[in-house]
C-alpha cells in the first residue's frame, strides 16, 4: 500500500518478513511468493530425466518407424512375388492354431470338471461352490415367494377378467 508524502514522492511500507531497509518495490511480495513456489533440485533433477528419457524414447520410436517403412519398402517385391504363397499358407497355419487352441481349452475344462466332481479341489472351485449355493438359495426363495403369492396374482386374474 502506498502512502503519499507532502514532496508529492510515494513511499511503500515494508514487506513484513524482509530483511531490506531500502524502499520496497511494489513486486516484492510476488517476487518472495514465487522463490517460496521454485522447484528444488530433486524436482529439476527429475524433469530432467523425464525430459531425457522422453526424448530417447521418441528417438527410438521414429528409429522404429523409419526402419519398419525402409524394410517394407525392401521387401514389398519378394512379398508381391511370394504372395500367391503367403495366403493358403496362412490360412493353413491359422487353422491349425486355432484347432489347437481350442483342443487345449477343451482338454482344460474336462481336467477341471474330472477333478472337481473327483473331489480334488481344483482352482476356483470354492467360488463353484458358492455361486452354486447362491443360486440354490435365491431359487428356494422365489419358489417360497410364489408359493405365498402365487393364490393372490392368481385370484385377481380371475376377478379383472370375470367372463373370460
Known amino acids: 500500500m502506498a502512502e503519499t508524502l507532502s514532496t508529492g514522492e510515494s513511499r511503500y511500507w515494508p514487506i513484513y518478513g524482509s530483511n531490506t531497509t531500502e524502499r520496497n518495490i511494489p513486486y516484492a511480495s510476488l517476487l518472495r511468493l514465487l522463490r517460496s513456489h521454485s522447484p528444488t533440485s530433486s524436482h529439476?533433477?527429475?524433469?530432467l530425466a523425464l525430459l531425457i528419457s522422453g526424448?530417447?524414447?521418441t528417438f527410438l520410436l521414429g528409429v522404429t518407424v523409419t526402419a519398419t517403412a525402409f524394410g517394407f519398402i525392401a521387401f514389398l517385391p519378394l512379398i508381391i512375388i511370394s504372395g500367391p504363397i503367403?495366403?493358403?499358407g496362412s490360412v493353413l497355419v491359422g487353422g491349425c492354431l486355432t484347432v489347437v487352441g481350442f483342443l487345449v481349452g477343451t482338454v482344460a475344462?474336462?481336467?477341471w470338471t474330472y477333478r472337481y466332481?473327483?473331489?480334488m479341489h481344483p482352482a476356483g472351485s470354492d467360488q463353484?461352490?458358492?455361486a452354486r449355493?447362491?443360486?440354490y438359495d435365491t431359487a428356494s426363495h422365489v419358489k417360497d415367494y410364489a408359493r405365498e403369492y402365487g393364490g393372490y396374482f392368481h385370484g385377481r386374474a380371475k376377478d379383472a377378467a370375470p367372463g373370460a
Request: net charge positive; glycine share 18%; no cysteine.
Open 44 to 47: 529439476l533433477f527429475g524433469f
Open 55 to 57: 526424448g530417447l524414447l
Open 86 to 88: 503367403w495366403l493358403p
Open 109 to 111: 475344462i474336462v481336467s
Open 117 to 119: 466332481f473327483r473331489g
Open 128 to 130: 463353484m461352490d458358492y
Open 133 to 135: 449355493g447362491r443360486i
